[in-house]
């Protein structure tokens, strides 16, 4: 028998000083543009308040964003790129609602139930990833973007669902299935998202979420091989 060899984690380098002044930056712009969209509102605030909040000039703040819908929807963005990975990482022989809660828990355990706070007019502390979503009805380019976000996760979850169970390419079943794990996914964020603007204090997020899934569990049965 060969000796047992245990793979060690593959670990990041370090970032070199540029790479982390500029992801500093980066951060300290998401941060208070957070705040102010917070506290004046998304179209109320303007790409020249928040580089000036943040001391830079306009030029530098868009050599990180290309647009203010950017730096409102940067967590947003990061978030659905998370929950796609994670829901590709789960073992095989997870039924439906087993994948899709380990998916969300897994989630917040990552920080999204306590991530970067922003302070409300009303003294709450408010977790800033949901600082994009609070102005889907109000600002046409957010909701645009987080469309375009919706349609892409929703794509590559269909892909990814095709390839775990088995469906041949252009099946219908694998979408459905996605389209019920991201409709889950969207109750999470704006369930949340719509609680708090209410002023009432929501569930986690992996609950809001789990709940709702469980209402598309039964009809997914049939699909799942």
């Given at each position: 028998?060969?000796d047992?060899?245990?793979?060690?984690p593959?670990?990041?380098?370090?970032?070199?000083?540029?790479?982390?002044k500029?992801?500093?930056?980066?951060?300290?712009?998401?941060?208070?543009?957070?705040?102010?969209?917070l506290?004046?509102?998304y179209?109320?605030?303007?790409?020249h308040?928040?580089?000036?909040?943040a001391d830079?000039?306009v030029?530098?703040l868009?050599?990180?964003?290309?647009?203010?819908?950017?730096?409102?929807?940067?967590?947003?963005?990061?978030?659905?790129?998370?929950f796609?990975?994670?829901?590709?990482?789960r073992?095989?022989g997870?039924?439906?609602?087993?994948?899709?809660a380990?998916?969300?828990?897994?989630l917040?355990?990552a920080g999204?139930?306590?991530?970067?706070?922003?302070?409300?007019e009303?003294?709450?502390?408010?977790?800033?990833?949901?600082?994009?979503?609070?102005?889907?009805?109000?600002?046409?380019?957010?909701?645009?973007?987080?469309?375009?976000m919706?349609?892409e996760?929703?794509q590559e979850?269909?892909?990814?669902?095709?390839?775990?169970?088995?469906?041949?390419?252009?099946?219908l079943?694998?979408?459905?299935i996605?389209?019920?794990?991201?409709?889950?996914w969207?109750?999470?964020?704006?369930?949340?998202?719509?609680?708090?603007?209410?002023g009432?204090?929501?569930?986690a997020?992996?609950?809001i979420?789990?709940?709702?899934?469980?209402?598309?569990?039964k009809?997914?049965?049939?699909?799942?091989t």
């Open positions: 028998m060969g047992n060899v245990t793979e060690s593959e670990v990041s380098p370090p970032l070199g000083r540029r790479e982390r500029k992801a500093e930056t980066k951060q300290k712009i998401v941060e208070v543009a957070g705040q102010l969209f506290s004046k509102g179209d109320a605030t303007s790409v308040e928040i580089a000036d909040a830079l000039a030029g530098t868009y050599l990180h964003f290309d647009s203010k819908a950017d730096i409102a929807l940067v967590q947003f963005r990061q978030w659905m790129t998370d796609v990975d994670a829901i590709e990482s073992p095989d997870e039924s439906p609602d087993q994948m899709l380990a998916t969300l828990h897994e917040s355990d999204y139930r306590s991530s970067q706070q922003l302070q409300a009303d003294g709450r502390r408010l977790p800033s990833v949901i600082i994009g979503i609070l102005f889907t009805e109000t600002a046409p380019e957010i909701s645009g973007l987080i469309y375009q919706l349609i996760a929703e979850v269909a892909s990814f669902f095709g390839r775990r169970l088995g469906y041949p390419v252009g099946a079943e694998p979408l459905i996605a389209s019920a794990f991201m409709a889950a969207r109750v999470t964020v704006y369930g949340y998202a719509t609680m708090i603007a209410a009432v204090d929501p569930p997020p992996d609950e979420g789990t709940r709702a899934f469980a209402a598309y569990v009809g997914l049965e049939q699909f799942w």
